[in-house]
């Protein structure tokens, strides 16, 4: 571990926290690029069932049919080369109930990301994977004995087929979009929780989902299920090293919301710059049921999610709150996704975007509210700030079918912070990193207000790193 | 020596030539006001002193108790003692007016060491008190909406609670009614003491009945062409720029 001491002295964990790496020690490898046989390897590793194997073989050929959405989307699409990409990589496929089981290096890693840390202080349960499987896997003794499922993919569809297999792949079915696609044939990892009826979660469960290695793919898939009446919020996080090469993070996350359910999900995305993040969330929620996305891009070097509520019941409502911090070479398209199916269903979404130096940030909404529809509401509030003039911002707003009984608000600005505004903060004493700082959570501080305090407080510290580091 | 010191400086924009030569030194302990026409150059020396990067310093220098603050980043000054309250105070959305002050007060501590909330709030109430300004405000956004006035009340307040060396305002009393006049020139008139220079730039006499100036300077076309007692600002009151004009057009 002499290694990981030198790396401890060059690198500042404060500053760049996700930022170190660990030798590579894989028991499984599915090699680079990816074909059938990368496939059946994945199935192999994971003795899986013969319609899972299924699920997978057509999910690689409509990736393969599916073109890359650059008629509408970036062109930086083109440089993922698929072909030289590790999609399966672990060190064993069980993860461990306790962090002393947890080999030392993969339990140094979460240590310095203060991952057990967290868990003590406010959290239910989490998992933590690194690469391909989660290494680490634990839930508190109470909600197991409430019935609680809080596992894996792979062991969730192999130990409680009756309770998953219903769900997966229909929220977001494989021929959504290319990548939901190349997830559904690659999938491993990832979260798959169920909530009985009745049961409230007090305290959120948490995946941090790691990428230790270059070169590697990472294809969570996530299945949750919140039954009748039950309540969870589900966190996620994630790092991964500065590598010379790109690296491709493609989830599929998918909720389920029954009746009067209430799931809410919230992302702290902060990925190095040179991953490709290109996630399909969504959520269905039944009557009286509500999904909310809580989706916070701050890191990689382009991220495309558009989190999505199906409001299929009557009175579902479905929000989506989100920040995006775009800074010197990365790209941000974000957005949400709106589908109004029953009478009486409220959608919100408040999308804020910060656009520094180079950076860019796009937003895609869309609401979709037929006709036939009665008393369904949807509010869209999409802001945009720019720090300095070679930002950029797009919005592609709402696409709206609307009838009469029906009402959709949009609003839109785009400000800037100027050069004058820093210059007075300055004066006041802050450096040019601590002014822009400021300026940024004044401008995501209305929105901050509706987050869990844990995360805004998380957040909060990652806008300031990030401001700072983008002072030239 | 214990003074702003600004000497032969010579700041241009765009080409155009704005200060000239322009000299002034004000020793601590004394308030010194700066009067002149419209587009003189008075705003443009504050901004130049507080480390505005739009101007270009062709020559001169500006010391603070004999350290040089010229070229600067603004930061750097604002530590080094200088505060400028603006004519044109800008608007932060969505940073209250407590926690601007606090960043701005934890930016000077070492490293390591934390603002007392406490303590803080408690100063922080007892000079809006003072200033007469709502305790409500602490929770506003900085300038976010504020009325002309409010705004510059607000400059006070920040310039009270970071405790400069040397204040400079530029046009503090336009915008002010009658009695937050008053209410503003009696909390600089606190401040004022031994450890404090002040430059006070304004157009009216009126402030100057308030806070009693040691020297008034007369600016003209980029540089000081007049300086004379607290009187002299009843004299321009009266008489005009004019007869500056006048006596500087013969010196020239
Ligand atoms: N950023 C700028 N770009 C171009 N010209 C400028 C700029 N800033 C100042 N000037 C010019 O410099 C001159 C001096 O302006 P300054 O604001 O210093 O005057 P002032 O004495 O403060 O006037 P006032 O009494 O109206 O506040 C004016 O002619 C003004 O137009
Ligand atoms: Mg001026």
Known sequence: MSNTEVQDDAINVDTEKGNFSYPEDYAYDAGVGLSEDTIRYISDVKKEDQWVREFRQRALEIFHKKDMPTNWATKDLENIHFDKIRYYLSKGQQPSRTWDEVPDDVKETFERLGIPEQERKFLAGVEAQFDSEAAYSHMKEELEKEGVIFVGSSEGLEKYPEIFRPYFGKVIPSTDNKFAALNSATFSGGSFIYVPKGVKLKQPLQAYFRINAENFGQFERTLIIADEDSEITYMEGCTAPKFETATLHSAVVELVALKNAKIQYITVQNWSSNVFNLVTKRGMADEGAEVKWIDCNIGSRLTMKYPGVVLKGRGARGEVLSIALANDGQHQDTGAKMIHLADDTTSNIISKSISIGEGRSTYRGQVHMPKHLKNCKNNTECDALLINTHSRTDTYPAITTRGQNNTVQHEASVSKVSAEQIFYMMQRGLSEGEAMSLAVNGFVHELLKAFPMEYSVELKRLIDMEMEGSVG | ?252
């Not at chain 2, 302990?29 to 705003?43: I, Q, R, W």
């Not at chain 2, 044109?88 to 959305?93: D, H, R, S, V």
């Not at chain 2, 007892?126 to 305790?135: F, N, Q």
């Not at chain 2, 009340?153 to 530029?170: F, G, K, T």
Request: charged fraction near 25%.
């Open chain 2, 1 to 252: 020596m214990n003074a702003l010191e600004i000497k032969n400086l010579n700041v241009s924009i765009e080409g155009q030539s704005i200060l000239k030569d322009f000299s002034l030194t004000i020793p601590k302990g004394e308030v010194h006001a700066l009067m002149g026409p419209n587009g003189t150059g008075k705003s443009t020396l504050a901004k130049v002193m507080a480390g505005h990067e739009d101007y270009q310093v062709e020559s001169g220098t500006v010391t603070l108790d004999g350290e040089n603050i010229l070229g600067e980043e603004p930061d750097v000054i604002a530590h080094a003692g200088l505060f400028l309250a603006f004519q044109y105070p800008l608007e932060i959305p969505g940073v209250s007016i407590a926690n601007f002050i606090r960043a701005a007060r934890a930016a000077r501590l070492p490293n390591g060491e934390t603002i007392n909330a406490v303590e803080y709030y408690k100063e922080l109430y007892e000079k809006m008190d003072a200033l007469k300004m709502d305790r409500k405000f602490t929770a506003r956004s900085l300038n976010d909406g504020f009325s002309g006035g409010e705004k510059k009340r607000c400059e006070i307040l920040q310039m009270s609670m970071l405790d400069p060396a040397y204040c400079v305002m530029d046009e503090t009393d336009s915008g002010l009614d009658i009695d937050a006049l008053k209410t503003v020139s009696e909390g600089v008139n606190l401040m004022r003491g031994p450890e404090r220079g002040f430059l006070v730039i304004t157009h009216y006499q009126r402030l100057l009945d308030y806070i009693v100036p040691d020297v008034v300077h007369v600016m003209f076309d980029g540089r000081i062409v007049h300086s004379g007692p607290a009187e002299l600002a009843h004299e321009l009151e009266a008489k005009g720029y004019d007869w500056v004009k006048e006596s500087f057009a013969t010196t020239a």
